[in-house]
């Protein structure tokens, strides 16, 4: 069964800390990408990646940054976690064929206290 | 800018009923994604729909693109407890692998 893995299903942490969200899928995907959902702003995309080392900016890129090292890991990175990036972080992928769609994984939910 | 919105935005309704959701836009789209998303899980493919005019059935849902491309419809007969979630249409962005996501229909089934 393929899949998209985020590495924690639920994450607390202080405000000011360095955040790490780790996403792996085995579908050997080209597009990864980085969303948050928010009760009534519905999905916002964060950060993208159409190759390895490569990123672009999505809507709400302040704040965050993001890596791909390998082809099947997209980490999203919060430098400086504060109370206003408390949400629903969800990471998706894709391929090449447009039809295809993404697949997500299962989210992690972000509070910052 | 290429927005998608869908209609309703909350639904609760019985058992057995039938209901529709609607996903419009003022832009023309290659192809529409319908998505399901249960409450704390990721958002789930449902169907691609690619040719205008173009009908899917996904069991007791139907799923329509609108000869213009540039709206879809999501029909459910009968409607059951585990039909409740949060449904989102999804276009790709123009020229791109990126997905513009409609604002969402919630909806609950009550038995």
């Known amino acids: 069964d393929v899949k998209v893995t985020q590495s924690s299903r639920y994450l607390v942490k202080r405000t000011g800390e360095k955040v790490f969200l780790e996403c792996v899928q085995d579908?050997?995907?080209?597009?990864m990408f980085w969303y948050r959902q928010d009760p009534g702003l519905g999905l916002r995309l964060i950060y993208f990646?159409?190759?390895?080392?490569?990123?672009e900016k999505g809507d709400i890129p302040e704040g965050y940054s993001v890596s791909r090292e390998k082809k099947e890991r997209f980490s999203l990175i919060l430098e400086s976690a504060s109370t206003n990036q408390t949400s629903m972080y969800l990471c998706a992928s894709s391929s090449d064929r447009q039809g295809d769609g993404y697949t997500f994984g299962s989210g992690t939910r972000l509070t910052v206290v | 800018t290429q927005l998608l919105e869908q209609s309703p935005q909350f639904l609760s309704i019985q058992e057995g009923e039938n209901l529709t959701v609607y996903c419009n836009s003022s832009s023309v789209f290659s192809s529409l994604q319908w998505y399901r998303q249960e409450p704390g899980e990721g958002p789930v493919l449902l169907v691609t729909?690619?040719?205008?005019?173009e009908v899917k059935k996904l069991k007791r849902l139907t799923f329509q693109f609108g000869d213009a491309r540039k709206d879809s419809s999501l029909h459910i007969t009968a409607a059951q407890p585990g039909d409740t979630g949060l449904y989102l249409c999804?276009?790709?962005?123009?020229?791109?692998?990126?997905?513009?996501f409609g604002t969402g229909t919630r909806l609950k089934v009550l038995a």
């Open positions: 999804a276009g790709p962005f123009s020229g791109t692998y990126k997905y513009i």
């Open positions: 579908m050997d995907h080209e597009n």
């Open positions: 990646s159409y190759d390895v080392k490569m990123k």
């Open positions: 729909v690619v040719t205008g005019g």
